[in-house]
């Protein structure tokens, strides 16, 4: 990024730049280089074993790259520990949905709030009036968050018993409650029927629109990804194989032999 | 059988309302609150002296119930930590000169340094190799207690004798009678904090680290400081519930904190219902009157009859006294009904 650029204030939400990922001697990601600008929803796409899943680790520090930066809004990243990726806006969902199994909906996304509240165990255990406040705060946005997400009905059940979809509706919802300016959604479609996938593809779509959210999402899903998506990039082996509109990029010769294969193989 | 299974399987559908999945509900409290209050003015002291113990051993098994229940992190060194704050207790009385009840905090504070720095190594460890570690810890205290280096101070071998307070103000009572009702004041303080606790934020940031450590770090827990945290608040609670029990008991000596103590510590855990309360009164009531109950069965066999009757708890209510309060509180619905 050039001086010119943060001059003018130009940079993006958050700035991919050549990272590799290396496992022993296994490429894993290879020089890969995007932008998400605000306000999108960015589809990355690719066979398995592309990297998206690696790439998207990278995104909430699990992995380190072995080259390469990434930057949110012009800082890097890859000084922070895992813990403190929420705290700059960046929230995530899981691929298999990774919940918190014993505790109920309302705690769940209570927990989702934790990167944007304060609080000691003295203060708490003593229940200090400003813990009570912050509680009460807190409640409200909770139930605000669960709401939106028509969770009212189970708000008090224990999540470990509610089926798959409504457990990915959960998920969402203890994102959204740190009001992250980057939303990573990890395979949302994955384990979906049918019907299920548009009334999600619409649901990000309003998440995007009324929450003022910018969304990155690896998905299979090709339906799903063509539909929503403003920009997709398209990865094979860890190299970037393609990045355009929708349509330009399931046009791409290249694309469409990573998938389907080609003649000469 | 099956009916027990039925009763295992509808518990989440009870849990639905998860504000009393950690607690009792306001009814409940009063009565059994009531009833601490109320029963020593009409027993033995002897009894009295029992009621307190199971009042301290209670602490004990909260505090541990805190860290495994809560957090989701194996103890078995909690002796360690209850030696720690029931040494403190009676050198600070009996060296220092301090009033009993000014060693508890202090007894208290050493316990959660203590615990948060053993918390710090065993961050690297879960499950049992986190027991195994902490197991070391109890089986290293009772002989560190005993090094002729720290003898002035801990009495070595021989341990040290506390003087049992009277009851201030010239209060017509006796002195187990005024210890039950000073551990009493303190074992609910203890717990109202500790359910305060769960409820918060860091108590809801302990139960996401136990159930999923990734995900809890990606929503901004720092793992690492929240279970040295739960460790330390672990370890204090039971090193103020050692420091209760030198005061009751009269007497601290390196024997009285060995493995065996972790472990009915632990089984009184189980007993009581892993992440239940309430439950720690009862896990130590257990541990503190069923071996008294196999002697009186079988003076021989006591140990043996006592492994039956472990058994038998385990096989009928594996969820322990929490999975009877859950079918309390159904059959009470239903009567309610009908």
């Not at chain 2, 492994?307 to 509180?329: D, E, K, N, S, T």
Request: glycine share 10%; with cysteine; charged share 15%.
């Amino acid at each position: 990024m050039t001086q010119a650029q943060l001059a003018q204030g130009q940079y993006p939400l958050l700035a991919v730049r050549d990272v590799s990922v290396l496992f022993g001697g296994i490429i894993a990601l290879n020089g890969v280089s995007f932008d998400l600008h605000q306000g999108q929803i960015l589809g990355l796409i690719g066979p398995n074993g592309a990297g998206k899943t690696t790439l998207f680790n990278c995104l909430s520090r699990l992995y380190q790259p072995s080259t390469g930066d990434i930057l949110m809004e012009g800082q890097s990243i890859l000084t922070r520990p895992p813990h403190r990726i929420a705290e700059i806006g960046i929230g995530r969902t899981f691929q298999n949905v990774a919940l918190f199994p014993n505790l109920s909906v309302l705690d769940n996304v209570r927990v989702g709030t934790h990167a944007r509240t304060n609080s000691d165990i003295f203060s708490d255990s003593l229940k200090l009036p400003w813990v009570r406040r912050g509680e009460a705060e807190l409640n409200k946005r909770v139930h605000e968050i669960v709401s939106y997400l028509d969770l009212d009905d189970v708000a008090h059940t224990v999540v470990s018993g509610l089926p798959f979809g409504t457990q990915k509706r959960v998920e969402l919802a203890r994102a959204l409650a740190a009001d992250p300016k980057i939303l990573l959604l990890d395979e949302p479609a994955g384990g979906l029927n049918h019907e299920e996938v548009y009334v999600l593809g619409d649901l990000i779509r309003r998440i995007r629109d009324e929450r003022k959210v910018t969304i990155l999402l690896v998905e299979h899903h090709m339906g799903l990804v063509m539909s929503i998506a403003d920009h997709v990039v398209a990865l094979n082996f860890g190299r970037k194989l393609a990045e355009g509109t929708p349509a330009a990029v399931q046009s791409d010769p290249d694309v469409i032999k990573a998938y389907l294969g080609s003649k000469d193989q | 059988m099956s009916a027990v299974e039925d009763v295992v399987t509808e518990a989440p559908a009870v849990e639905a309302v998860p504000k009393r999945s950690m607690t009792l509900g306001y009814g409940t409290s009063l009565v059994v609150l009531a009833a601490l209050i109320l029963t020593p003015l009409f027993v033995k002291n002897f009894i009295i002296f029992q009621m307190t113990q199971i009042l301290y051993f209670g602490l004990a098994v909260l505090a541990l119930n805190i860290l495994t229940g809560g957090s989701g992190q194996f103890s078995l060194g909690q002796s360690a930590f209850y030696a720690v704050g029931a040494y403190t207790s009676a050198i600070l009385m009996e060296h220092v000169g301090m009033n009993y009840a000014l060693t508890l905090p202090v007894a208290g504070a050493i316990c959660f340094g203590f615990g948060f720095l053993f918390g710090q190594p065993a961050l690297r460890l879960s499950g049992v190799y986190l027991a195994l570690a902490t197991f070391a810890l109890a089986v290293a205290m009772p002989q560190l207690l005993k090094l002729g280096y720290f003898e002035h101070w801990t009495g070595g071998v021989q341990g040290l004798v506390v003087t049992k307070p009277d009851a201030p103000f010239g209060l017509p009572m006796s002195q187990d009678m005024w210890l039950y009702y000073f551990t009493l004041a303190i074992t609910i303080a203890i717990y109202i904090f500790s359910v305060n606790l769960l409820k918060s934020r860091s108590g809801r940031a302990f139960m996401a680290i136990r159930d999923n450590e990734i995900a809890a770090s990606a929503m901004g827990v720092d793992v690492a400081l929240y279970k040295t945290l739960a460790f330390g608040v672990s370890a204090g609670i039971t090193g103020v519930a050692g420091g209760l029990g030198a005061i009751a008991v009269q007497f601290v000596a390196p024997d009285s904190f060995t493995i065996t103590l972790a472990i009915q510590l632990f089984l009184g855990m189980v007993v009581g219902g892993v992440g239940w309360l309430p439950g720690s009164i009862v896990g130590a009531a257990f541990i503190i009157f069923v071996p008294n109950i196999a002697e009186g069965i079988s003076k021989g066999l006591s140990g043996a009859v006592f492994g039956v009757l472990l058994f038998l708890v385990i096989f009928l209510v594996p969820h322990g006294a929490r999975q009877v309060a859950i079918v309390a509180q159904q059959l009470i619905g239903k009567l309610k009904k009908t």
